[in-house]
C-alpha cells in the first residue's frame, strides 16, 4: 500500500538499459527532477548529453513529495538574512521564483497535463514560541516585496496563532511533469539510460565512471543529481548534511479550500489537495534516517481524524531529503579543482523549486562560467563548514559506527512473519526477516557507505543506515542513499564498504 499517488498515476516510458562502454560530452548521473531538468536544458542548447539512472527515473524523491511549487520554504528567509545578509535572502526568493516560472512556462509550451495551478500557500504557527519567528519572516517578505498578508485564521479547521498568505505560488503533478521534460530531451537528441548504476567514479579532464554491470562511461563534464552525490570530492557532504525522511496519508474528501498549508514549528502538518483525485495530503513525522523508528502513519492518521474526522487513508507513503547546515542547497562545481564536475543536493524537502533553480544555476556554469547565484549555493561557503552542526553530524557518527557493534542481538530467532530484528547467529550480529511466505533472510547489517550498523525500518521493512540515509531492503538490495553496493546475504563474504569520498 506504501506506494505514491504521483507514481501511480503516470506510467512513465521506459529507457533501456547501458550494457557497452559509451562516451559523452555531458554525463548527467540521476533521473529525480535536477537530473532531468539538466538534461532538458542542456539538450534544448544543442549540447550532447545523457542522463543516467540506477533505478527508473523519477521514482526517488522527486516522484514521492506533495507536488507544492512555492517560494515559501518554512523558516527561511530570516535564517538566510542574519547569516549572510538581505540580498542573498532575495536573491533565494528570485531563483526559486524563477522555477516555479519555468514549470509554468513548460506546461504551457509542450502542453503537460500535470494538473498544473497557481493559489496562495499559508505558513502558520499553532505554538506562541513562534509567533515571533512568524512575524520576522513576514517582515522578510515584506521588505522583498512579495504579495502576501499576515493572517489570524485559516480557511480550514486548524486554530492559529499566525499565518503567512503568500499569493501566486503553485501546486502541480511532479512525476507527470518530469516525465514530459525527459520525452522533450529525447526529443531534442538528449540520451536516457535507466536501471545503470554508477559505482565508482574518477575524476578528470576526461572522466570515467564505472557502472554496476562493469562498463564504463567516459565523459568531458558530469553533473551529479544523484540525490546524494555518489562521488565526494573531499567536500565530505557525509558530515555536512543530515538524510530526513517525512511521511504522507491522503484521504478522499470532497471540498479543500484551493490553497497549500505548512506550519513553522515541530511536528510539522503539511496540507495538499489533488482536486483532480479529490484527495488530500497530510504530511508530517519528519525524522532523522534510521532514527526514531515508530508507527509514524498511524501518528499522521490520528492527527487527520482530529483535524478533519476522517477514517480511511486512500494512499500512504515516505521519501526522504538532505538537509544542509545553514538550509541553503548545494548546486554548481563540486570542488575548486574541477571545474567539469558539478553537483546539486540538500534541497530540505523544498526541492521541486530547489531542484529547477539548481539546474539553472549549473547551466549557466556551463554556458557562461558564472551565475548570480553561484555564491549563494555553493558548497564553499566557508561559515557552512566549521559550524557546529558540523562538528555534531560527526559525533554522531561516530556513536553510530560503535553504538550497533556493542551489541549482539537477539539470540531466539522470531516466529513473526513480517518482522525485521538483528540476530546473533553463532556470535555474528545479521539483520533477519522473515516474509509472509515463511521465506528468511539474513544479511549483514553494516552499511556499504561508511560501516555504521543498519537499523530496521518498520514502517517501510527496510534496512535504514543512521548516518547518512542509506536504505536497503530485507533483501539487502540499494533503495536510496549514498551507499553504491548492496549488502551481503549472511553466508556470503562481509559487506563491502566504498564511502566514494575521495
Ligand atoms: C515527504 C516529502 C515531501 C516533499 N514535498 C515537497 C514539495 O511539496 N515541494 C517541494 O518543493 N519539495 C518537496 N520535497 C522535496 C523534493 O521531493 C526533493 O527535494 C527532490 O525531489 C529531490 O530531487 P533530486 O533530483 O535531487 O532527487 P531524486 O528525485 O531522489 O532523484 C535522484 C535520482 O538519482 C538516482 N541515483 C542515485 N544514486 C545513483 C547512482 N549511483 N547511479 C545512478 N543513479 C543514481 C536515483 O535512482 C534517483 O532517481 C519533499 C520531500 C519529501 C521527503
Ligand atoms: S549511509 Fe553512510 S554509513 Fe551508512
Redesign the pocket.
Known amino acids: 500500500m506504501n506506494a505514491p499517488y504521483w507514481i501511480l498515476s503516470s506510467e512513465g516510458k521506459q529507457y533501456e538499459t547501458l550494457n557497452e562502454d559509451y562516451s559523452t560530452d555531458y554525463l548527467v548521473i540521476g533521473g529525480g527532477l535536477t537530473g532531468v531538468t539538466c538534461l532538458f536544458l542542456l539538450s534544448r542548447e544543442g549540447y550532447n548529453a545523457t542522463l543516467i539512472d540506477a533505478n527508473r527515473i523519477g521514482h526517488g524523491s522527486s516522484g514521492r513529495n506533495t507536488g507544492k511549487a512555492t517560494v515559501q520554504h518554512g523558516y527561511i528567509y530570516s535564517r538566510i538574512e542574519k547569516k549572510y545578509g538581505f540580498e542573498k535572502a532575495k536573491q533565494y526568493y528570485e531563483i526559486n521564483n524563477k522555477a516555479i516560472q519555468f514549470i509554468e512556462d513548460m506546461t504551457r509550451q509542450y502542453n503537460i497535463d500535470c494538473q498544473f495551478k497557481r493559489l496562495p500557500a499559508y505558513l502558520f504557527t499553532r505554538d506562541e514560541n513562534f509567533v515571533e519567528k512568524l512575524k520576522e519572516e513576514f517582515a522578510v517578505y515584506q521588505k522583498i516585496g512579495l504579495d502576501c498578508s499576515y493572517e489570524k485564521e485559516l480557511p480550514v479547521p486548524i486554530n492559529v496563532l499566525g499565518a503567512i498568505k503568500l499569493n501566486n505560488q503553485a501546486q502541480f503533478h511532479p512525476k507527470r511533469f518530469l516525465d514530459a521534460l525527459a520525452n522533450e530531451a529525447v526529443n531534442m537528441k538528449g540520451r536516457i539510460f535507466e536501471n545503470t548504476r554508477v559505482i565508482d567514479f574518477h575524476p578528470g579532464e576526461e572522466c570515467v565512471v564505472e557502472l554496476e554491470n562493469g562498463k564504463r562511461i567516459r565523459a568531458k563534464n558530469v553533473i551529479i543529481a544523484s540525490h546524494y552525490p555518489c562521488y565526494d570530492a573531499k567536500a565530505f557532504y557525509?558530515a555536512r548534511m543530515r538524510a530526513d525522511r517525512s511521511y504522507i496519508v491522503g484521504y478522499e474528501t470532497d471540498n479543500f479550500p484551493e490553497a497549500h498549508f505548512i506550519n513553522i514549528e515541530k511536528p510539522t502538518i503539511s496540507l495538499r489537495y489533488i482536486p483532480e483525485e479529490k484527495v488530500l495530503l497530510l504530511s508530517g513525522e519528519g525524522h532523522k534516517v534510521g532514527h526514531n523508528d515508530g508507527d509514524h502513519y498511524e501518528n499522521l492518521k490520528s492527527l487527520a481524524k482530529e483535524i478533519f474526522g476522517f477514517q480511511n487513508a486512500k494512499y500512504q507513503w515516505s521519501a526522504q531529503d538532505y538537509i544542509t547546515h545553514d538550509y541553503i542547497p548545494y548546486a554548481g562545481y563540486t570542488s575548486v579543482e574541477y571545474k567539469n564536475i558539478f553537483i546539486a543536493t540538500g534541497y530540505r524537502k523544498w526541492g521541486l523549486t530547489s531542484s529547477i533553480a539548481s539546474a539553472m544555476v549549473i547551466m549557466d556554469l556551463i554556458k557562461k562560467q558564472e551565475s548570480e547565484y553561484e555564491d549563494l549555493f555553493s558548497n564553499l561557503r566557508v561559515k557552512d563548514i566549521i559550524s557546529l552542526n558540523f562538528l555534531k553530524e560527526n559525533a554522531d557518527m561516530a556513536v553510530q559506527l560503535v553504538a550497533g557493534k556493542l551489541t549482539l542481538g537477539e539470540s531466539e530467532i522470531p516466529q513473526d512473519r513480517g518482522v525485521g530484528i538483528v540476530v546473533n547467529i553463532e556470535g555474528k550480529r545479521c539483520g533477519f526477516y522473515r516474509d509472509e511466505e515463511d521465506n528468511i533472510y539474513l544479511v549483514d547489517i553494516t552499511?556499504t557507505?561508511?560501516?555504521?550498523e543498519l537499523k530496521w525500518n518498520s514502517q517501510e521493512k527496510s534496512w535504514d543506515?543512521p548516518?547518512?540515509?542509506?536504505r536497503f531492503d530485507y533483501k539487502g538490495n540499494i533503495l536510496e542513499?549514498?551507499?553504491e553496493y548492496s549488502l551481503n546475504s549472511y553466508t556470503e563474504l562481509k559487506n563491502k564498504i566504498n564511502p566514494q569520498i575521495m
Do not use: D, E, I
Open positions: 557525509f552499511c557507505h561508511m560501516g555504521c543506515c548516518c547518512h540515509g542509506s542513499g549514498p551507499a
